[in-house]
């Protein structure tokens, strides 16, 4: 059978239908990258805003334009909405996040984890999911309560992934050829309180047993962090990156939001790790027209972003979602003005993304080639990721996808930089694939 994977959303959407993808393979079955030549489709749904419902929905529905008959809806947004999503014309199935693990299982009527995955190693999703990084779930779910966030109503309670099954996960990548591997989950930082350990112990274990050349990590709250956590970046391996979500820089919306951090402690985190690497890279999110967001406090909240220097960020614009505390909150600020104040607040990330980029002109970093195109008979033009998240693009005689080069970057160019690689016959600064672990010994257990 043929089957088609989609996925509408976070970093953990992705790194769920990669591990289906491993599954259906498992299994005997083919992944495609077109929808049109599946028999069967899966898509992984969102529902953090409206907009990212409203693209689940039409991602159902283009796949069953395009005639597919089987189409199983699972994630957020058909957990919130499963009448909704199985009314949908071709929707077979509809599985719910508390079910997803057995997903693959379920739909190919087997028992539950019987899938052979020790020797199957990680291929990327064909078509526009393929990926050189790998994303490798560690956690699922979320305790805290902030009243936006509809996440954790459709994921329920924090839990945590074994560590060996994230280090086989990984190990499963690597012997795949993977450079980088990007730890995802609802609330990464909550990682091992329901094991009795921290996500510091993944970390370690991770970056001492296996001979991973990049490891990167997704978002993390920053009431999660400490000077202890941030002493990690002391392996290069570590990606120089941190993802912290603020939603504010106005502390009296950050209460309204019950974020458990406040823009003084924020700015102390910010610059514990910039002590610890002085380039680090740091993004944030931001929700612009958070309820009762008064006009005095959205320019606050702005004023504090741009102070940061940050590395850019996201915003999002507010959504009241079904089942949170902010829906019923008033007064709700008018769709217009949440719009424009959205507009502000890219328009200071795209800035803050050009000055933290403009700085490493004339350094020499390591990038990570994720997509070559051809421009010529014998040239390419390569694009990819710096450790510190930086966008770049070269030429080269090669297609160098999924190689890591040193690069000269020498002007800023679209929306990152424009780089020279400087030798193109250096061994890759991962181990070759001879050396790399052919089998799981290297994992500990306790």
Same mark, same amino acid.
């Given at each position: 059978?043929?089957?088609?994977?989609?996925? &509408?959303?976070?970093?953990?959407?992705?790194?769920?239908?990669?591990?289906?993808?491993?599954?259906?393979?498992?299994?005997?079955?083919?992944?495609?990258?077109?929808?049109?030549?599946?028999?069967?489709?899966?898509?992984?749904?969102?529902?953090? %805003?409206?907009?990212?419902?409203?693209?689940?929905?039409? @991602?159902? @529905?283009?796949?069953?334009?395009?005639? @597919?008959?089987?189409?199983?809806?699972?994630?957020?947004?058909?957990?919130?909405?499963?009448?909704?999503?199985?009314?949908?014309?071709?929707?077979?199935?509809?599985? *719910?996040?508390?079910?997803?693990?057995?997903?693959?299982?379920?739909?190919?009527?087997?028992?539950?984890?019987?899938?052979?995955?020790?020797?199957?190693?990680?291929?990327?999703?064909?078509?526009?999911?393929?990926?050189?990084?790998?994303?490798?779930? &560690?956690?699922?779910?979320?305790?805290?309560?902030?009243?936006?966030?509809? %996440?954790?109503?459709?994921?329920?309670?924090?839990?945590? @992934?074994?560590?060996?099954?994230?280090?086989?996960?990984?190990?499963?990548?690597?012997?795949?050829? %993977?450079?980088?591997?990007?730890?995802?989950?609802?609330?990464?930082?909550?990682?091992? *309180?329901?094991?009795?350990?921290?996500?510091?112990?993944?970390?370690?274990?991770?970056?001492?047993?296996?001979?991973?050349? !990049?490891?990167?990590?997704?978002?993390?709250?920053?009431?999660?962090?400490?000077?202890?956590?941030?002493?990690?970046?002391?392996?290069?391996?570590?990606?120089?990156?941190?993802?912290?979500?603020?939603?504010?820089?106005?502390?009296?919306?950050?209460?309204?939001?019950?974020? *458990?951090?406040?823009?003084?402690?924020?700015? *102390?985190?910010?610059?514990?790790?910039?002590?610890?690497?002085?380039?680090?890279?740091?993004?944030?999110?931001?929700?612009?027209?958070?309820?009762?967001?008064?006009?005095?406090?959205?320019?606050? $909240?702005?004023?504090?972003?741009?102070?940061?220097?940050?590395?850019?960020?996201?915003?999002?614009?507010?959504?009241?979602?079904?089942?949170?505390?902010?829906?019923?909150?008033?007064?709700?600020?008018?769709?217009?003005?949440?719009?424009?104040?959205?507009?502000?607040?890219?328009?200071?990330?795209?800035?803050?993304?050009?000055?933290?980029?403009?700085?490493?002109?004339?350094?020499?970093?390591?990038?990570?080639?994720?997509?070559?195109?051809?421009?010529?008979?014998?040239?390419?033009?390569?694009?990819?990721?710096?450790?510190?998240?930086?966008?770049?693009?070269?030429?080269?005689?090669?297609?160098?996808?999924?190689?890591?080069?040193?690069?000269?970057?020498?002007?800023?160019?679209?929306?990152?930089?424009?780089?020279?690689?400087?030798?193109?016959?250096?061994?890759?600064?991962? !181990? $070759?694939?001879?050396?790399?672990?052919?089998?799981? $010994?290297?994992?500990?257990?306790?």
């Amino acid at each position: 059978m043929k089957v088609y994977l989609d996925s &509408v959303g976070c970093k953990l959407n992705q790194a769920e239908i990669e591990s289906m993808a491993r599954q259906f393979r498992a299994a005997g079955h083919e992944v495609v990258a077109l929808a049109e030549a599946a028999d069967m489709a899966v898509v992984n749904t969102c529902a953090v %805003t409206a907009g990212a419902a409203a693209e689940s929905r039409s @991602r159902i @529905r283009r796949v069953s334009r395009l005639g @597919r008959a089987d189409i199983v809806a699972t994630g957020c947004w058909s957990s919130l909405q499963p009448f909704s999503a199985a009314a949908l014309q071709n929707v077979a199935r509809v599985v *719910k996040n508390d079910e997803k693990d057995n997903l693959v299982a379920a739909v190919l009527d087997l028992p539950p984890c019987d899938f052979d995955l020790q020797c199957r190693v990680r291929q990327p999703l064909p078509g526009l999911r393929h990926r050189t990084r790998a994303f490798i779930k &560690v956690q699922d779910g979320c305790d805290n309560h902030c009243t936006f966030c509809v %996440t954790a109503v459709a994921r329920g309670k924090g839990r945590s @992934r074994l560590a060996q099954d994230v280090l086989l996960d990984i190990l499963a990548a690597l012997n795949g050829g %993977t450079q980088e591997i990007v730890l995802s989950g609802v609330h990464l930082g909550s990682w091992g *309180k329901d094991l009795g350990l921290h996500l510091r112990d993944l970390v370690e274990a991770v970056l001492r047993e296996t001979a991973i050349p !990049r490891l990167r990590l997704s978002s993390l709250e920053p009431w999660d962090l400490d000077a202890d956590f941030l002493s990690l970046w002391g392996d290069p391996r570590l990606c120089p990156h941190l993802h912290l979500p603020l939603q504010s820089g106005c502390a009296t919306t950050l209460r309204r939001m019950a974020r *458990k951090t406040t823009p003084v402690s924020f700015r *102390k985190l910010v610059d514990a790790g910039r002590r610890v690497v002085p380039d680090m890279a740091i993004t944030t999110d931001v929700i612009a027209g958070f309820p009762g967001e008064t006009e005095a406090e959205f320019e606050e $909240s702005l004023d504090f972003v741009r102070q940061l220097g940050l590395a850019g960020g996201h915003a999002f614009t507010y959504s009241p979602r079904p089942g949170t505390a902010a829906a019923r909150f008033r007064p709700q600020v008018p769709a217009q003005v949440r719009r424009e104040r959205n507009a502000a607040y890219r328009a200071a990330f795209e800035n803050a993304s050009r000055s933290y980029a403009h700085k490493f002109i004339g350094r020499t970093e390591a990038v990570l080639w994720e997509s070559v195109t051809q421009i010529g008979e014998r040239a390419w033009e390569v694009e990819g990721l710096t450790g510190q998240h930086v966008r770049v693009r070269a030429e080269t005689a090669t297609p160098r996808w999924n190689e890591i080069d040193p690069v000269r970057l020498v002007e800023s160019g679209g929306n990152g930089l424009i780089g020279e690689i400087q030798n193109t016959g250096q061994v890759s600064l991962m !181990r $070759s694939r001879d050396n790399l672990y052919n089998d799981h $010994s290297v994992i500990r257990r306790n």
